[in-house]
């Protein structure tokens, strides 16, 4: 009974310790990866979307309160020199004891302008039955001063017409 007993005891000590889960340890740059888009095809103009990236950071260092500086990159690749939009990242919450941090980041973006497909100086101005497609690059920067990799978007829709 008592070989019965410590063998209880080691299995409930055995199966405690394997079915705890270890917090996933990410590198101190953040790291991004390509999500989606709210919608894929606006309206040139009036039309808004969501931009949905999710992130790691290992030391947890992304936002902060009353932060003004611009942390988040989007930029529109369809010409040189590129058109770039800047964006805060709101405060994230530590996630536990760790400072290692995941989720997602969403932008919401508007007015997008039509760019002429013979013509590049030709700007916001109506296509009849052409959907220009944008693809954005995207990199965030934490507290540190370190930058995420570099990512790229699907391919989002601006109907021109």
């Not at 079915?19 to 991004?32: A, F, G, H, R, V």
């Not at 390509?34 to 260092?61: I, N």
């Not at 969403?106 to 101005?125: A, D, G």
Request: net charge negative; proline share 6%; charged share 20%.
């Amino acid at each position: 009974m008592k070989k019965i007993l410590i063998l209880i005891i080691n299995l409930v000590i055995c199966l405690s310790w394997i079915s705890c889960d270890k917090p996933p340890i990410y590198d101190d740059t953040p790291t991004i990866t390509w999500a989606s888009f709210s919608e894929d095809t606006v309206q040139q103009l009036s039309g808004t979307t969501s931009f949905k990236f999710d992130f790691t950071d290992g030391d947890g260092d992304l936002g902060r309160d009353n932060d003004t500086t611009s942390h988040i990159i989007i930029i529109d690749t369809r010409r040189t020199p590129n058109d770039t939009l800047f964006y805060q990242i709101p405060t994230i919450e530590h996630q536990g004891v760790v400072s290692g941090i995941s989720g997602q980041l969403e932008v919401s973006v508007s007015q997008f302008c039509c760019i002429h497909p013979t013509n590049p100086l030709i700007l916001c101005q109506p296509i009849n039955d052409y959907y220009d497609p944008i693809i954005y690059k995207i990199r965030i920067k934490d507290n540190a001063g370190r930058w995420s990799n570099e990512i790229e978007t699907t391919p989002l829709y601006v109907k021109c017409f």
